[in-house]
């Protein structure tokens, strides 16, 4: 039986590179060489310091001013944003960005992006299914997002969800716990510590939903308050 593409899967297709992702520039990568968010973009697009690159349609680097005074850090790309090879344009993002929007904080002067830049997951039928990094390629992965740092030079770093507060902090971090919590880094980097959007898409009760989203815009209004401090 001869069976047709979905959509979705030539949609994928479509917007997978038509050629193979050419390796990287060794100098590039070995890193002195990046003098700009756009050079480490460029040389992030052949990262092989991780198996996740294999399945993944792109590397999703993140988006933003380079003197942005806050960086946010979310988990990483979702499928949307693996297609787009933009960060938070699928559903969470849309969540974060009216949350940020009621908290008056200006998305276009903010710089977000993903502790790990490629997208894992499991294949199930025609969906893929969102699967959490392990700790060795957040490790990996931190190189980019310590690049990301080093060129920015952020006031404030929120870390948004367990795997951007591992990334940041170099260990497992209690969420629940650390939620509104301000961390200062040994470098002298403030981190502040809350959930991922995508945790307030989860919950299914409407009222609790509200609730949860609530709770993360005063946690937004207090990143705000630091941005400006
Ligand atoms: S997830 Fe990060 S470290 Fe792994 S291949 Fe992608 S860009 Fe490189």
């Given at each position: 039986?001869?069976?047709?593409?979905?959509?979705t899967?030539l949609q994928?297709?479509?917007?997978?590179?038509?050629?193979?992702?050419?390796?990287?520039?060794?100098?590039?990568?070995a890193?002195?060489?990046?003098?700009?968010?756009?050079?480490a973009?460029?040389?992030?697009?052949?990262?092989?310091?991780?198996?996740l690159?294999?399945?993944?349609?792109?590397?999703?680097?993140?988006?933003?001013?380079?003197?942005?005074?806050?960086?946010?850090v979310?988990?990483q790309?979702?499928?949307?944003?693996?297609?787009?090879?933009?960060?938070?344009?699928?559903?969470?993002g849309?969540?974060?960005?009216?949350?940020?929007?009621?908290?008056?904080?200006?998305r276009?002067?903010?710089?977000?992006?993903?502790?790990?830049?490629?997208?894992?997951?499991?294949?199930?039928?025609k969906?893929?299914?969102?699967?959490?990094?392990?700790?060795?390629e957040?490790?990996a992965?931190?190189?980019w997002?310590?690049?990301?740092?080093?060129?920015?030079?952020?006031?404030?770093?929120?870390?948004l969800?367990?795997t951007?507060?591992?990334?940041?902090?170099?260990?497992?971090v209690?969420?629940t716990r650390?939620?509104?919590?301000?961390?200062?880094?040994?470098d002298?980097?403030?981190?502040?510590?809350?959930?991922?959007?995508?945790?307030i898409?989860?919950i299914?009760e409407?009222e609790?939903?509200?609730a949860?989203?609530?709770r993360?815009?005063?946690?937004?209004?207090?990143v705000?308050?630091?941005?400006?401090a």
């Open positions: 039986m001869t069976t047709t593409p979905s959509s899967a994928r297709e479509a917007k997978r590179p038509a050629s193979p992702i050419p390796a990287p520039e060794p100098e590039l990568t890193g002195e060489d990046i003098a700009s968010i756009g050079e973009r460029e040389a992030a697009l052949g990262c092989r310091r991780c198996p690159w294999r399945d993944a349609t792109q590397t999703v680097f993140g988006e933003g001013p380079e003197n942005a005074d806050a960086i946010f979310g988990e790309p979702g499928d949307q944003e693996d297609l787009a090879g933009k960060p938070f344009v699928g559903p969470a849309k969540m974060f960005d009216s949350i940020l929007d009621d908290a008056e904080i200006d276009r002067k903010v710089y977000v992006t993903n502790a790990v830049k490629h997208f894992k997951f499991e294949p199930r039928g969906r893929r299914i969102h699967s959490k990094p392990n700790a060795g957040i490790q992965c931190r190189w997002l310590d690049k990301e740092l080093d060129l920015i030079k952020p006031k404030l770093v929120v870390a969800g367990a951007a507060a591992q990334s940041l902090l170099g260990k497992a209690p969420i650390m939620r509104g919590d301000v961390i200062q880094r040994e002298g980097l403030r981190v502040f510590v809350t959930i991922h959007p995508s945790f898409l989860r299914r409407r609790d939903k509200e949860e989203r609530e993360f815009l005063k946690d937004m209004l207090k705000k308050q630091l941005m400006a």
